[in-house]
């Protein structure tokens, strides 16, 4: 009796596991370590922050995953377009705050959306082959074109030049991964 139910419990977990881990065509190999950095220097050799550039990259599994420089990019201008979107949000947090100088107000809510409008331009539908770092630039107009309404407005919050500097490191991934993505079509 004691044998029968250890034979059962055996073609269980072999039953369970035979269909529970994927088969060859359903698993996608990881790329081998070799080659991975090779992709992401290819992607962030241009960046004005390499070290940023390949840890912001690598700590994004997709990236890992890429099977090729466009799909680095393609996670890059996520990443950023992310980023972007959260710099918006902490401006609109600013402009709607209860504690926040009337006077300012108007100049962060211009600051939000900027960023968001920042963000519209990260991603590959909009990059245009030979074009794409230009592209990328207009974002990097849209923070300046903040930080200039905050300097004419007087603004000086504690918080704003620390994400605006984090959102400009995120733009130079952007930005060496539009120069990436016009370096693949040439």
């Given at each position: 009796m004691a044998s029968s139910n250890l034979t059962l419990i055996f073609a269980t977990l072999?039953?369970?596991?035979l269909l529970h881990f994927p088969s060859q065509a359903e698993a996608r190999p990881l790329k081998s370590p070799a080659k991975c950095p090779k992709l992401l220097n290819q992607v962030c050799k241009t960046s004005q922050n390499y070290a940023f550039c390949v840890k912001i990259l690598m700590?994004?599994?997709?990236?890992?995953?890429?099977?090729?420089?466009k799909g680095i990019v393609v996670n890059a201008l996520d990443m950023v377009r992310k980023e972007s979107m959260k710099t918006s949000k902490f401006f609109d947090g600013l402009a709607n705050g209860k504690g926040t100088v009337p006077a300012f107000k108007p100049a962060l809510r211009e600051c939000a959306s900027d960023f968001?409008?920042?963000?519209g331009l990260m991603n590959l539908k909009v990059l245009e082959g030979e074009f794409a770092t230009m592209d990328v630039n207009y974002a990097l107009d849209d923070a300046r074109s903040c930080e200039t309404k905050l300097a004419m407005n007087k603004v000086h919050i504690q918080s704003i030049p620390a994400a605006i500097k984090n959102w400009k490191n995120f733009y130079a991934v952007a930005n060496a991964a539009a120069l990436?993505?016009?370096?693949?079509?040439?």
């Open positions: 072999f039953l369970y596991l700590s994004n599994p997709l990236t890992l995953l890429a099977p090729n420089t968001k409008a920042a963000s990436a993505l016009e370096n693949l079509q040439k």
